[in-house]
């Protein structure tokens, strides 16, 4: 769940009359987004514990060099869930512990960050349009912040057209970053997948836990998405009603 999500259910009361269908939607997708958080968690600590003979940095290192990429470095970051690939820096970043461990979750995730690294390599048009969406991204997500704060002190902009529809402009900008990034986190899974059958790192059915884990990774994006997207409709339809 994203944090303009937690915050605005957070607010919300501030801002004055939030039906019941809001209530819904964000109850749904706080659920939604735990029960999936639950799974992944629960998955990545079962799958953690099923050793094979490379670590993430070596199954990273591999897949990039077997890529014909030579100018990606593969480092450790500190923190949990900290696994990236920055296309700035050319760097894949795992976490301590899927960096260090040999385990068929961390092969995974090691492998996931180097599909993103491929993708920037071959220019795979999805990655291509989230990196450009990213100022704008981050420009909505600075000012959504900005009139969540004014909510909390009062100055709603559930009864003012014009900061309802900045609003609605904004969550937009937001929601398509989302369901751009869909393609792009399952692309990534799949080039991994593809790459650690064919190179053989581990035995086929360790194969499909990697393939699992991997699937409930993909399902945060697709939680965040749709509720997202959800929201956006209803503040849509709200200011849409207030026009006529």
Known sequence: ?????????????????FSMTYIVIIGV?????????????????EYSQIPIRMTGAQVAEAMLRQNGINDVQVISTPGQLTDHYDPVKKTVNLSEDVYAMN??????VAAHECGHAVQH????????????LVPAVEFSSKMLNYVMILGFLGIGFMHNMTMLWVWVGLF???????FVTLPVEFDASRRALVWMESSGIAPSIDHEKAKNALFWAAM????????SLAQLLYFL??????RE
């Not at 769940?1 to 009359?17: F, K, Y």
């Not at 390599?121 to 450009?132: C, N």
């Not at 937009?172 to 989302?178: E, G, H, N, R």
């Open 121 to 132: 390599q071959q220019a795979y048009v999805w990655l291509g349009l989230r990196s450009k």
């Open 103 to 108: 385990s068929v979750a961390a092969a995974a």
């Open 29 to 45: 997708s706080l659920l939604a987004s735990f029960l999936i958080s639950s799974t992944l968690k629960r998955r990545f600590a």
């Open 220 to 227: 945060t994006y697709v939680a965040a998405a749709i509720g």
């Open 1 to 17: 769940m994203n944090l303009e999500t937690i915050l605005l259910a957070q607010v919300a009361p501030s801002m004055g009359g």
């Open 172 to 178: 937009a900008v937001t929601t398509l970053f989302s």
């Open 237 to 242: 339809m709200m200011a849409l009603n207030r």
